[in-house]
């Protein structure tokens, strides 16, 4: 049983006080009404409303555009920083996605503005502010991952990704939440509590990087760093309607984080960024991937620089989609999102290829890769998993799940499990459910095995591929939209979806490309064309988890070969410039209490959350 911490109670109360005090003091710095006659502040001889209004410029601008604006010195650091604190912690205040705010912020952007003047030079990131999953390590603090034992212990070192974005001019200000042990999509945990999704506060925006999605989707963020164990990415994208690109593991590679399983197995953990367009993320992978500097601070790191895709712009490309992946299937919303933009790319004289995971290997079917992949994110069959939680309160949205795997850790419960209980839950309960419970790896024989049988299964996988022609793979990028908080736990299943490109170690890219429908949700309950339950109790929990979700964004993933990040950025753009897109949480500076939102087929959880972010300022656009 999970306790209140006992001993690292202390620890918890100290911290939260602290926060609260750092909150408090980062509140009044960047507080317009105190910044007025500031020198370091663009404008900061005119009265507070001329400050908020300079603020809200800021903060309406894309990426690439703010980044032009810095190096022209139309903005300097310090101003654009006090902008999105001032924005960062009103969002905050809403949907509780950041942990810890960044001490040294303000000084560095001081340092920065100081060191132009000084040399007339700046880096390529000059002033861009950046949030970091609190996974990451960066020298005097904790990474607790949501784990009160993990409180008091500050890093010794910073992460090779975040010390490169800082030398490059970026600032990292604020970590963000993060789902308690990192192993879920749901961002919660006791220390931190439970991260809301801006486009429906009754839902998680995903995990385990929920907390930067959640935060860059409200606008409080320049750009988000981010892991990807097995959909950590991805997941939290799809769900917040972001752009995303998990590349391949030494593509750029990255130590000094909590990875979330050491000593995994056959299991790609990538890093990447979260934006709001494809041509944010390219430009961010470009300023890294294969940068001789970083390649200083991370040898491991792929020298290899993002170069061009060998075809032409104008080539037409062949790309295979499915919307199947034979073990889970998918709500009738993500489905339309693949077919829709298939169709897009047809019409575009792009050839489009059906791919069909039954023929990839006769010897590997779904449901047996399905419990590879299981077993291949538990190699100790959650011994290391079982530890990290022991002594620990458990969170609200994760007790199930932790309970789970501590279960497994009993020989006897374990031994029934898997000869006993999975062949009878199979029977009446749901093959998935089965096929999970049953991912166990009874001695080191059997792991190895296993790590064998994920290799051969990957050279299937690239015959297959090859045989096609393929240049790209488009499918649905989760099972459904964002979920209501307590159904991460319950369907792990999803996970696959995802997940299966870890296990292969393929670039896999997310990318929105319209809202769900009214339409899509009735299909819901439609057991022929919409969404068949086949009497399997998680696919009713599934179903369960879609209601009301039309409003709420929907996007594609996109994959390519290994090592093929180039053309993964080509195909994302071609979606996203062939579909309608989402609309964008954006900050708008006329306050106009008439200004209509945008309701049509929305469920209520996102008016709610549209009417919290338009007293905020905030307004969605396309």
Request: glycine share 8%.
């Amino acid at each position: 049983m999970g306790n209140m911490w006992g001993s690292n109670r202390g620890a918890v109360e100290r911290f939260q006080k602290g926060r609260e005090a750092l909150f408090n003091e980062f509140k009044e710095r960047s507080d317009p009404e105190n910044l007025v006659g500031n020198r370091r502040i663009v404008n900061g001889n005119q009265n507070a409303e001329e400050i908020e209004k300079t603020f809200c410029e800021i903060l309406q601008l894309d990426l690439i555009t703010l980044k032009s604006r810095l190096q022209t010195d139309d903005y300097n650091a310090y101003t654009v920083l006090c902008a999105f604190i001032w924005r960062a912690i009103k969002i905050d205040e809403e949907i509780n996605c950041i942990t810890e705010l960044i001490r040294e912020a303000f000084d560095i952007a001081e340092r920065l503005d100081d060191e132009y003047e000084a040399s007339g030079e700046k880096g390529d990131l000059f002033g861009l502010p950046f949030s970091v999953k609190s996974n990451f390590f960066i020298k005097n603090y904790d990474v607790t991952c949501g784990l009160a034992k993990l409180l008091e212990q500050p890093k010794t070192t910073t992460c090779p990704m975040v010390e490169f974005l800082s030398d490059q001019g970026a600032i990292p200000f604020c970590f963000t939440n993060v789902p308690q042990g990192l192993l879920s999509y749901v961002s919660s945990n006791p220390i931190y509590g439970t991260t809301k999704n801006p486009w429906d506060f009754s839902r998680t925006p995903g995990g385990s990087s929920g907390g930067e999605a959640a935060l860059l989707a409200a606008g409080g963020s320049a750009f988000g760093i981010g892991s990807d164990l097995a959909g950590s990415l991805r997941i939290p994208a799809a769900f917040c309607g972001l752009v995303t690109l998990k590349p391949t593991q030494d593509r750029l590679c990255v130590t000094d984080t909590h990875g979330g399983l050491p000593g995994r197995g056959r299991l790609g953990l990538s890093f990447g960024f979260y934006t709001k367009t494809v041509n944010e993320q390219e430009f961010l992978l470009r300023t890294i991937v294969g940068n001789p500097s970083y390649l200083e601070l991370c040898p491991m790191s792929s020298p290899a620089k993002l170069g061009k895709p060998s075809i032409t712009p104008e080539e037409k490309l062949v790309i295979g989609w499915f919307t199947d992946d034979g073990f889970n299937p998918v709500v009738p919303s993500n489905r339309r999102a693949v077919e829709e933009t298939i169709q897009n790319l047809k019409e575009q004289g792009h050839k489009i290829v059906e791919f069909k995971l039954s023929d990839v290997s006769e010897e590997f079917p779904s449901f047996v890769v399905a419990n590879m992949l299981f077993r291949n994110v538990m190699p100790d069959n959650g011994a290391y998993m079982s530890e990290m939680y022991g002594g620990e309160q458990y969170d609200e949205y994760m007790k199930l799940f932790i309970r789970l795997v501590r279960v497994k850790q009993n020989v006897v419960v374990s031994w029934l499990i898997r000869y006993g209980a999975m062949p009878l839950a199979k029977l009446l309960l749901s093959k998935r459910l089965a096929c999970i419970g049953s991912a166990y790896n009874s001695d080191l024989a059997a792991c190895r095995q296993n790590q064998e049988n994920t290799d051969t299964f990957k050279l299937h996988w690239i015959r297959y591929w090859k045989s096609k022609g393929l240049d790209a793979l488009i499918c649905p990028s989760f099972i459904t939209p964002a979920q209501p908080f307590e159904y991460p736990a319950q369907l792990s299943n999803g996970a696959f979806l995802t997940g299966l490109f870890n296990m292969l170690d393929f670039p896999a890219g997310v990318v929105p490309v319209a809202p769900v429908k009214k339409r899509d949700v009735d299909l819901l309950n439609d057991p022929v064309d919409g969404f068949p339950l086949e009497g399997d109790i998680l696919l009713k929990k599934q179903r369960e988890s879609a209601q009301q979700s039309a409003g709420l964004p929907n996007a594609v993933q996109v994959v390519t070969l290994p090592n093929c990040e180039e053309m993964c950025i080509r195909v994302m753009k071609l979606v996203e410039e062939t579909s309608s897109g989402v609309q964008r949480l954006q900050w708008k500076h006329d306050k106009n209490d008439s200004d209509p939102v945008d309701v049509n087929n929305t469920p209520s959880g996102v008016v709610e959350s549209m009417e919290h972010f338009k007293r905020l300022d905030l307004h969605r656009v396309k």
